[in-house]
Every structure is written in C-alpha cells, then in structure tokens.
C-alpha cells in the first residue's frame, strides 16, 4: 500500500540573521521584525510596536532581561510606530559608526504578556 504526504510550503517567506563576531556591531542588543504580521498584530491587539526577534548576550537589552517576543511600544519616551522607526530611534542614541553613545541610559517600555515593562539600558563604548 502506498502512502502519500503533501505538506504546504511558502517558499518565499525566509528570515535570517547572520552575526560574524566583530564584524556586526549592535550595542543595543535586539533584532525586530521590521513589520508585525497580521497575526501578531491580533495577538497582541495592536497596530504599532516593533516586535522583537533576537536578543543578543552580553548587549545592554540582555543585562536588562528583555526577551524574544517582547513588544517595544515606546523608545527614549517616544512612541514606536514599528521596526523601521525604532532604527530611527536606535540611530539617534548609538549612529551606525559610532564608538560611543549619544544618550548612555535609554529608556524602553515593552509589553509582554499583557503587561508594560519598562527597561533602562546602559549603553556602553565598543
């Protein structure tokens, strides 16, 4: 007797990051989607934040305790509209190139799980 399987693919929905250690500088310390999806926005009933994807060890959002999952809805007491805006918001505090921050304690307010968090990250010199 022959069995057969079928399973459904979407071929062209792939998300990758790729860290080369010293290569990739991120003193903040977390990777968001730069668009929720229509489920996540149900989820979380609501529209704007930036979710995020990735906290990476040993970054200020690591000593801090944010987790994957969390949504930022608030950045230096700025609201976020979503993961495109937060970089803008990331940029003031730390530029691209820089080697120190602009702003050393920066302030963010999460929701998870229901409940806002709010944060202090103590930015450090690369």
């Known amino acids: 007797e022959r069995v057969t399987y079928s399973t459904a693919l979407d071929r062209y929905n792939y998300f990758a990051i790729f860290y ?19 489920e996540d926005r149900i989820r979380l009933k609501r529209n704007t934040g930036a979710l995020l994807y990735l906290v990476i060890e040993d970054s200020a959002a690591y000593d801090a305790n944010m ?22 918001l990331m940029d003031e505090v730390y530029p691209l190139y820089a080697t120190k921050p602009l ?5 963010v307010k999460v929701l998870r799980d229901g409940e806002i968090l709010n944060f202090v990250l103590d930015l450090k010199d690369l």
């Open 103 to 107: 702003v050393r304690k920066t302030r």
């Open 20 to 38: 080369v250690k010293n290569l990739i500088r991120n003193p903040i310390g977390f990777v968001t989607h730069v668009k929720m999806t229509n």
């Open 67 to 88: 987790l994957p999952g969390d949504l930022i809805i608030e950045f230096n007491d700025k609201t976020v509209k979503d993961g495109e805006h937060l970089l803008s």
